[in-house]
């Protein structure tokens, strides 16, 4: 009722926030706040993401259930999940190693089978599996990836981004639209998400 009362009106949205237990992607000690409409600290110094702006986000990408879909920033994997609900198949990139192993456990006692994981640097997108119909980045970049935007479908490809300060003051949430090779970019609304980092951690290359 909060998330509609907010703006989440799309009713396939809501039913897969309520289908996907999001107690199951908190750490223990946080599990009295699960359902809380609020970010929560999870390993590695990143954050699961609060109901609404998953919600938001979601709404935002217009998915249809033959979408292949690219998160990248796949943190407790819970967006991912949500993702999951009414997609083909969605693919998803996480630059920590444990969060991603944590996610994958996640996803196998959930049964969610159609999620397809990549541990590297989702800066760079995912050559091998593009193009994506729609790619939803959930931490914050500078500005709009080009690689992100030229694996976008060249056929009324969406991408949603939070986009601006790394800090996390004065973020915005972007849609970007492609059609033919030409994009337009669209603001939603003011979000305050992690940094997305170029580059894996300890520097290693993927
Ligand atoms: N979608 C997550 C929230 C993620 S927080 C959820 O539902 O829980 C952002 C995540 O993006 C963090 O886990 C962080 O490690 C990851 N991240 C940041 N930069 C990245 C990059 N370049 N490639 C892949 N993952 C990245």
Not at 7 to 35: H, M, W
Not at 154 to 167: H, Q, S, T
Not at 185 to 206: C, D, I, S
Request: overall charge neutral; glycine content about 8%; hydrophobic content about 40%.
């Amino acid at each position: 009722m909060d998330l509609r009362n907010a703006g989440v009106t799309n009713t396939q949205v809501l039913s897969a926030i309520e289908r996907i237990p999001r107690e199951a992607f908190v750490e223990d000690s946080f599990l009295d706040q699960a359902y809380a409409n609020q970010a929560l600290p999870i390993a590695c110094g990143q954050t699961i993401s609060q109901p609404l702006v998953v919600g938001l986000m979601t709404q935002a990408l217009e998915l249809h259930d033959r979408h292949k879909v690219l998160e990248v920033g796949t943190g407790s994997g819970y967006q991912a999940a949500v993702l999951s609900r009414f997609s083909r198949r969605v693919y998803t990139i996480e630059r920590h190693q444990d969060l991603l192993e944590e996610a994958e456990r996640r996803f196998e006692s959930l049964r969610l089978r159609n999620i397809t994981t990549l541990y590297g640097d989702g800066y760079k997108g995912w050559p091998a599996q593009a193009p994506f119909d729609r790619i939803l980045v959930t931490a914050a970049a500078r500005i709009v990836p080009r690689e992100l935007v030229e694996q976008l479908s060249e056929n009324g490809g969406v991408m949603i981004l939070p986009v601006g300060d790394l800090a996390g003051a004065d973020q915005e949430v972007l849609r970007v639209r492609k059609e033919g090779k030409n994009f337009t970019t669209e603001r939603l609304f003011p979000v305050r998400f992690v940094p997305l980092v170029q580059g894996m951690p300890g520097g290693q290359r993927n």
